[in-house]
């Protein structure tokens, strides 16, 4: 299986400022077909479901902020905030789907400073 | 508008069974691949097994792995997790999720709200 971490656990980052988020899979989740890493970043807010923000680790999902941006290939990845906003406060998960099972990392905690 | 709805959650003792079910409208339930994934209490997502589109193959996490199975209604844009052997470290939120898997494509990219599962004497 492989394995996802993220770092840090938990970050605190004042209103306006930029956020940096990231993520390591035990080996290479890229998918030769198109040469695009399968790896994904999720939003889950309190007693929310997740929802999608990014895939094939940079592609932004319709209809999110432009403040969003995914980052990385092969088995590092980042997750930019660049301005961060009262409402993006909530718990952020990475996924590998290049196998199975398409596991999650432990998740980040975004506070405001 | 894509909807997922889960139901068959519940307080259920240790050793017993459950069956969730996850109503899907909106899209061509039929194309895609559906997870479902839990959440303990205060806890990360956790995958728990998804079905192909046509329901021909499954797979599920190991601490599952012949307790709990996954199958689908395709007419009935439904997909159900049985769920057997039932003990506290099952208890969890738990979520099916869709996602189109043609070409790797195995993101979630819909979730449903969710159904909580509570295992206790």
């Known amino acids: 299986d492989i394995v996802m971490t993220q770092s840090p656990d938990s970050l605190a980052v004042s209103l306006g400022e930029r956020a940096t988020l990231n993520c390591k899979s035990s080996q290479s989740v890229l998918y030769t077909s198109n040469n695009k890493s399968s790896l994904a970043w999720y939003q889950q807010k309190p007693g929310q479901p997740p929802k999608l923000l990014v895939y094939?680790?940079?592609t932004r999902e319709s209809g999110v902020p432009d403040r969003f941006s995914g980052s990385g290939s092969g088995t590092d990845f980042t997750l930019t905030i660049s301005s961060l906003q009262a409402e993006d406060v909530a718990v952020y998960y990475c996924?590998?789907?290049?196998?199975?099972?398409?596991?999650f990392g432990q998740g980040t905690r975004l506070e405001i400073k | 508008e894509v909807q997922l709805v889960e139901s068959g959650g519940g307080l259920i003792q240790p050793g017993g069974s459950l069956r969730l079910s996850c109503a899907a409208s909106?899209?061509?339930?039929?194309?895609?691949?559906m997870h479902w994934v839990r959440q303990s209490p205060g806890k990360g997502l956790v995958w728990v097994s998804h079905i192909l589109s046509d329901g021909t193959n499954a797979t599920y996490a190991d601490f599952v792995k012949g307790r709990f199975t996954i199958s689908r209604d395709n007419a009935k844009n439904t997909v159900y997790l049985q769920m057997n052997s039932l003990s506290a470290e099952d208890t969890a939120v738990y979520y099916c999720?869709?996602?189109?898997?043609?070409?790797?494509?195995?993101?979630?990219?819909?979730w449903g709200q969710g159904t909580l599962v509570t295992v206790s004497s």
């Open positions: 996924q590998q789907y290049y196998s199975i099972p398409p596991d």
């Open positions: 094939w680790a940079s």
């Open positions: 999720a869709r996602a189109l898997a043609d070409y790797g494509e195995n993101y979630f990219d819909d």
């Open positions: 909106g899209f061509n339930f039929s194309n895609y691949w």
